[in-house]
């Protein structure tokens, strides 16, 4: 059974920074990518930052680029997602997402999503 376990997320006033993560279990991380999503209220979920395991290529939503990393820890079945220079528009629910393919095809093709952690910036 795939599991992903989200944490990290909080309240912090802009300008600060967050790290989320997300471990794993029940698949081989080596052959998978893993990203995060995020949802606005009333809005549809989008992908923010994906990564591919096996290459190390990336995606990142054109809003965060510059701002958020995303890395993995193969040893620990985990994926991070760096957040830096917060803005009161990144205020939303996260979550931590795997699928087959690289990084960018899993912005729409997502197998499996974890719970979501919301994350708050304060204007």
């Known amino acids: 059974e795939v599991q992903l376990q989200a944490s990290g997320g909080g309240w912090v006033q802009a300008g600060g920074s967050l790290t989320l993560s997300c471990a794993s279990s029940?698949?081989?991380?080596?052959?998978?990518?893993l990203g995060w999503f995020r949802q606005f209220p009333g809005k549809e979920r989008e992908g923010v930052s994906c990564i591919s395991v096996s290459d190390g290529s990336t995606f990142y939503e054109e809003t965060v680029k510059g701002r958020f990393t995303i890395s993995s820890d193969d040893a620990k079945d985990t994926e991070y997602l760096q957040m830096n220079s917060l803005k009161a528009e990144d205020t939303g629910v996260y979550y931590c997402?795997?699928?087959?393919?690289?990084?960018?095809?899993?912005?729409?093709?997502?197998?499996?999503w974890g719970q979501g952690t919301l994350v708050t910036v304060s204007s």
């Open positions: 029940g698949f081989n991380f080596d052959d998978y990518s």
């Open positions: 997402v795997v699928g087959v393919g690289n990084a960018k095809q899993l912005t729409t093709n997502v197998d499996y």
